[in-house]
């Protein structure tokens, strides 16, 4: 039997906002998916964090591609996800967000993370979340600037099969 997607919750901007948060997440899925699709002020990077840990608890790795150039990078003991990139004013953006395990209070949480825009950017992630706690929460933000007015981001989770 195939997975199955049930969306949990919707939030599209009706005004610009420097951060977007899902919470009180159900424990009830396998995993869980965020689709982002949101225009961005300003150039900026584009952090998360689970249920509000602010500590240094977080590494990811990421490769990126910018029409033939390419590079890569990696960051230990970080007080945020790395979810990419943002290239500007009304810089339109796509990211899916798969978390495996969210539930989990045994493991450590890992979140892929792919973004593409129509500058030819492209990016994929893999962030680690050091923590055994089962994932509540979810706060998307830039560091600089807004998500404009209009960008929607759903959450859904993915039933075991």
Known sequence: MAATYEPIATTTLGSASNSVSFTSISGSFTDIIIICNYVHSVASNILGRFNSDTGSNYS?????????????????????????????????NSNIIQIQNYSNTTTYKTAINRQNQP????SATVNLW??????TDIELYPVNGNFNSGSTFTLYGIASA
């Open 119 to 122: 500058t030819g950017y492209i």
């Open 60 to 92: 990811w790795t990421f490769l990126e591609g910018l029409n033939s150039a390419a590079g890569s990078g990696r960051g230990s003991s970080q007080a945020y996800l790395n979810l990419g990139y943002s290239f500007g004013t009304n810089s339109h």
């Open 130 to 135: 050091r923590s055994t706690a089962a994932i």
